[in-house]
C-alpha cells in the first residue's frame, strides 16, 4: 500500500464506505475477458462492465451513495442535479429506490434516449440552455431545499465512482494498470485512489478531441472545456471539477487521449468481439490502449468501460 | 413426459448425448432477465443468450456436436459445408478444435464479417454464386474425402442446437412456453424435441418475408425459399429441411410470423434495454412475442436468443 498524500478530498476509507453503503442497491458487475481483443491489443485485457450496471452506466454508483448518505431531513426535500445524462439517470434511480423526490435540469442538447430514461426513473427533467446548467439547478435547489448532487465535484459521488475499481481489483489478481474514461473527473479520481493504494498503474483515457483533462494534469493548471467538441463521446465533455483535479494533480495521474477514429474503431469491436453495447465514452479506455499500444504491451491492463447508453447514431456515421 | 412420437430422425435422447459430448467445448450460455422488457412485453421473458455463444451463435452447438461424433478416420479427411454465415464459422471453430482441416462454400452475397469470421478460424472459404452452394459442396466433398456437415439437415447438428433448450428449462422453472427462430429448422427441431417431452409449449418464430416454415407447417406441404426476400435477417432465409419438416409437423409446431419493423424494433430493445449486441435473425422471437401478446400476456416464456453476429447496417437503415 501506498501512502496517501495528506488531506485530499475523498480517501480510500471513503471508497470502501461507500461499497459497503451501496452493496445490494447496484450490481456488482461482470469483468468480461475476450481473446480476439486480447491479440488486437497486444495485452491482457479485463473489462469492468459498468455498461451492464444499473442505469447502463457507472454513474449508478456514486448517485445511490450520495442519495443513501442524506440524513432523513434532508431526503425529506429531495435532489437535484444538471446533467447531460447518465448522472441524471442515476440520480433519478438512486432517489426512486429511497422513494424521494428528484429534479434533474438537463441541456435541449441532450440526447432523447437519455432524457426519455430519466424521466422513465420519475424523476422531473426541466429542460434549459447548455449555459444555464448550473444556474438553474441553483434556483430549483433553492426553491425546493432539494440537496444538490453534482455529476463530479461532490465527494460522496466521487468515492461511490470508486468501487467499480475496487471490485475489478478484487476480482482480477495482479493487475499492473487500470484505465478510466475521463470527463469531469469523478470515475478518473475514485479509480486513482483505489490503484495507488494498491500500487497498481493507474491512467486517464480522454477523447483527443476534448482533452483539457491531459492538458490541465500535464500544466498543473485546470484548463476551461472545449468548446464546440467534434466527438461522439457525450458523457466526456465537461471539464475537470475542482476536487477531482486535486486528487489527480496530487496521485500524479497520467491522461492519455485516443483520436475520434481509434475511438468509434474501439466501440465497434467491443459490439463485435464482445457482443456487449458501450457507448463511445466508454470505449475510450480500448481505444487508448489501441492508440498507445508500447505502454500497454504485455500487461495486464484493467478496462472501467463506464457506460452502454447510446443512440448508435456514431455507428452509422462514416467513420463508425 | 409426453411421449414422442415413433420413429423421429432425431430423439431427446440423442439431444442429451449432445449435451454431454460437447460440454465444455462451448458455453453453458447466460439467461438474462430484464424487468423493462417484461413491461413492455407484457409477460415474464427469459433470453438464451446464445448471442454469447462461441463464435456468437447457437450453431457452436450442432457444429461441435457433429464434429465430435466423428470417428478417427472421417476427422482424417476432414469435414465441409455450405453455410451464409454462422454454421460455416461454428464448423471452422469446431474442427480447429479438433485439429482437422475444413473447407466451406460461402454465397458471394455473405456478408463480410461473418466471412472474415470463417476465415479468422483456419478454415478454407470457397466462394461460389448462392444457386451453386450445394453442387460445390459436393464436388469437394469427393475430392477431398470430407464429411459434408449440413447446416440443419444432418441429425447430429439438429441434435447439438437442441442442447439450448436443455440448459434454458434446466436454469429456469416452470416455463410456459419456449420460442426459437426457424430457418432450415434445426434450432426449432431441437428445441421443439426438449421442449414436448417437458410438456412445455413451443413456437417458431418467423420474419414475415420468409415465411415459407409457417405456411410449411400450416398446409403441411414443404415450401420452397422464399425468392428475393426482403428482411435483414440473413440467418433465415432457407426453406425448412427435410428432417427439420418432419419433426416439426410430428410434434405439431406451430410458427408466427412478425413483421420487419417489429423484427427491428426488437433487436433495437435488445441493444438498449439488455446491452447485448443481437442479431436481427435473433430477435425474431422477441418481435414474434411483440406481436402477438395476446398468446403470451402473462406467461414465462423463453426465448433462444440465436446470435450476435451483425455488421449493424440494419441499425442504421430507415427503419432501424
Known amino acids: 500500500m501506498s501512502a496517501e498524500p495528506a488531506s485530499l478530498p475523498v480517501t480510500l476509507a471513503d471508497v470502501r464506505a461507500a461499497a459497503a453503503r451501496i452493496a445490494g442497491h447496484v450490481h456488482r458487475t461482470p ?14 485485457l ?13 454513474k449508478a454508483r456514486g448517485a445511490t451513495n450520495a442519495v443513501l448518505s442524506l440524513s432523513d ?16 439517470a442515476a440520480l433519478a434511480f438512486a432517489a426512486g429506490r429511497r422513494g424521494i423526490r428528484c429534479h434533474v435540469v438537463m441541456p435541449h442538447t441532450a440526447p432523447a434516449v437519455k432524457v426519455a430514461a ?38 460522496r459521488v466521487i468515492a461511490g465512482q470508486g468501487t467499480a475499481a475496487l471490485e475489478l481489483l478484487d476480482d482480477v489478481s495482479d493487475l499492473d494498470v487500470v484505465v478510466a474514461p475521463v470527463g469531469g473527473g ?18 486517464g483515457a480522454e477523447p483527443l478531441a476534448v482533452d483539457d483533462a491531459a492538458r490541465s494534469l500535464r500544466s498543473g493548471v ?3 472545456r472545449v468548446e464546440s467538441p467534434q466527438t461522439a463521446c457525450d458523457g466526456l465533455l465537461t471539464a475537470l471539477g475542482v476536487p ?77
Do not use: M
Open 31 to 44: 469483468v468480461v475477458t475476450s481473446r480476439q481483443l486480447d491479440a488486437l491489443a497486444g495485452c491482457s
Open 46 to 58: 479485463f473489462l469492468k462492465s459498468e455498461n451492464l450496471q444499473k442505469v447502463g452506466a457507472f
Open 73 to 88: 431531513a434532508e431526503a425529506a426535500r429531495g435532489v437535484c442535479t444538471h446533467s447531460s445524462g447518465n448522472h441524471a
Open 118 to 155: 430519466v424521466e422513465g426513473y420519475g424523476a422531473r427533467v426541466v429542460r434549459c440552455d447548455p449555459a444555464e446548467r448550473e444556474s438553474t439547478c441553483a434556483r430549483l435547489a433553492a426553491e425546493t431545499g432539494a440537496t444538490i448532487v453534482h455529476p463530479f465535484e461532490d465527494p
Open 186 to 203: 469523478g470515475l478518473l479520481s475514485g479509480t486513482a485512489l483505489v490503484a495507488r493504494a494498491a500500487d497498481v498503474d493507474v491512467h
Open 222 to 224: 485546470r484548463q476551461p
Open 244 to 320: 477531482d483535479f486535486a486528487i489527480l494533480s496530487a496521485l500524479r495521474v497520467e491522461v492519455l487521449t485516443a483520436d475520434e477514429s481509434t475511438i468509434l474503431r474501439a466501440a465497434r469491436l467491443h459490439l463485435e468481439r464482445t457482443k456487449h453495447v458501450v457507448e463511445p465514452s466508454g470505449a475510450v479506455p480500448l481505444a487508448v490502449v489501441l492508440a498507445h499500444a508500447d505502454r500497454f504491451a504485455g500487461r495486464r491492463v484493467g478496462l472501467i468501460v463506464s457506460g452502454g447508453n447510446t443512440d448508435f447514431a456514431w455507428l452509422c456515421s462514416p467513420g463508425g
